[in-house]
């Protein structure tokens, strides 16, 4: 993240980008968008809302701008996006797309 300073102490066990992300957020009172689980608990200890990508889809699916989320969940594991069968299911039903 160019010239968002990166917080050194994060660097222990964060990417560069997470150790930027999460004092901008902090910041600037943002939800921090996040997948990595390290990254997502660390903003959780300092008080950040926190999405992740999937919950992204599930919002906009529920304000009408996606039809549908399986096809872009399918395809983001095509592409290696790992995401546990647990959390796909409760995506996926939440957004009333039940696996079959």
């Known amino acids: 993240m160019q010239g968002v300073p990166v ?3 994060l660097l222990a066990t ?3 980008g997470e150790a930027a992300a999460i004092p901008l957020a902090e910041r600037l009172g943002a939800t921090l968008l996040a ?7 660390v903003a ?3 008080s950040l809302v926190v999405i992740g990508t ?4 599930l919002v906009a ?3 009408g701008l996606l039809v ?3 096809p872009i969940v399918i395809r983001m594991e095509a ?6 069968a647990q959390l796909r299911e409760a995506v996926l039903a939440a957004a009333a797309e039940p696996d079959s």
């Open 44 to 46: 959780r200890e300092r």
């Open 61 to 63: 699916k529920k304000k």
């Open 7 to 9: 917080e050194p102490s």
């Open 79 to 84: 592409l290696g996006m790992f995401v546990s």
């Open 35 to 41: 997948d990595d689980a390290r990254a997502r608990e």
């Open 54 to 57: 999937l919950g992204v889809l």
């Open 14 to 16: 964060l990417d560069r």
């Open 68 to 70: 549908a989320i399986r």
